[in-house]
């Protein structure tokens, strides 16, 4: 991939700035402005005779009578103006109201623990969080973290797979003592500023055909990556190489010095399905264990053990439809959920085969496909999202009911990626084609006591709204880096913690 290479091996990472589309660099501010009234002080006739008596008393004494009641008054209409301030309805912006004339949207970085942006030359459709041994539930900045994605390019032999680390992600949001800080700081500190400076090392792999779906696993304390290519094809990946060249400099050179990106080769094909797809999960509880979905409906197993790879040429039937989304359950080795264009969620026991193996089908999930599922690792809860722009979560307990325990309708577009906190067990976050990321926490509930205004057709649920991205299609909650975000779209990858979460 070409376009990706730079004069050296790194790569900047920016603040995200949001302006819509269309608007150009020029800031427009708006300024609130106090209308002062005049003062107006009337003196009686006693009081006037008594300070004619000593015209320097007489000066003074006027001078500081006017003063004070200038000061007084003008406290009294700053406080009034306060309370008239305070009294007005917030004008509170929301994603479908259109914008004045003039007017744009500027990213509010207070909002933000951390934001990051990351450029890949061509968009990556998906992308997924490679496990790695810096420990778990850290918080502690400069972050790292690192991603294996795949790209969409306009040619097909111009794809790849991107291994990346991202590293020495420091906080774009500044306390106060960082602000007192950075005033007693000199010149100096502008050279620490660029050792601050964001980096992305990455390791690319040649891959002919668009990348539907990238997902990555241990196996055999081996890192591993499935990819469903566009062709039709479903590919294993050996990713230890490209980890250890991002690692180090001088691995990373010579990785490209011998040309491995277009030498690595899969490690194991799959040229059974009929049709391409992007349904494609591992199970979390079992090494080795894959299930892959195609647009013909067709769900296929695959296990690793010392043979090699096998794949269940047996397809599980019961979709009438495209295979849109699979998910294993995180607790039970031989339960798979499914989602279709069909509209309807399906369980799967697969010690069973074809239609036998179907166990609870819900029918019309969605007005419409079913894109997207997840899995929650803590309760017994299962959000999906869909081309109707719902978001509708479902207890396992009561799934044969065909009815969602709660339900959303945020996004003005289809919904293409939703996924659960992984320790919070009633967060979980969406994203659709209207251009926007949506963080929930369900334990949240509307507080009839509250004297505050809530806001109109805003569920108390919905805790933040990040925005910016174009064509947004797939978003991960990093699992060892409590609240950190990042997401993929046709602009780019996002990094971010918000204050929410």
Known sequence: M??????????DLDNK????????????????????????????????NDMIVDDTISTTCNDEKMNESEENWESENETEEEEVENNKKKDVYLPHKPLRHN?????DESAYIMLREVQTGAPCLSFDIIKDELGTNRSEFPLTCYLVAG??????????????????????????????DEEEESDEDEEESEEN?????????AHYGCINRIRSTIANNTILAASWSELGKVYIWDLKTQIQAVNDVALLSKYRQDDLTVKTKPIFTFSGHQSEGFALDWCPTSEGIL?????????????????????????????????????????????LCSASVDKTIRIWDTRATGQKACMITVENAHKSDVNVIHWNKNEPFIVSGGDDGFIHIWDLRQLKSEKPVATFKHHTAPVTTVEWHPTESTVFATGGEDNQIALWDLSVEKDEESKE?????????????????????????HPHIPGLVISTALSGFNIFRTISV
């Open 17 to 48: 700035s949001i302006v819509p589309s269309g608007s150009d660099d020029s800031k427009t501010k708006s300024f609130k402005s106090k209308k002062k009234k005049k003062s107006v002080v009337q003196v009686g006739d006693n009081e006037l």
């Open 151 to 180: 790209t969409q390019a306009s040619k097909l032999n111009e794809n790849c797979i991107i291994v990346m680390k991202t590293s020495n992600l420091h906080k774009t949001q500044n306390t106060k003592d960082d602000e007192d």
């Open 103 to 107: 007017e744009e949207l500027v990213c």
């Open 453 to 477: 205004e809530e806001i109109e057709n805003v569920p108390p649920q919905l805790l933040f709204i990040h925005q910016g991205q174009q064509e947004i299609k797939e978003l991960h909650w």
């Open 2 to 11: 070409e376009n990706m290479d730079t004069d050296d091996d790194k790569k």
């Open 197 to 205: 400076q964001p980096r992305m090392d990455y390791a690319s792999i």
């Open 291 to 335: 299930a892959t979905g195609d647009c013909k409906r067709n769900i296929h197993l695959w296990q690793f053990d010392e043979s090699g790879w096998r794949v269940d040429q047996r397809p599980l039937i019961g979709h009438t439809n495209s295979v849109e989304d699979l998910q294993w359950s995180p607790n039970e080795r031989h339960v």
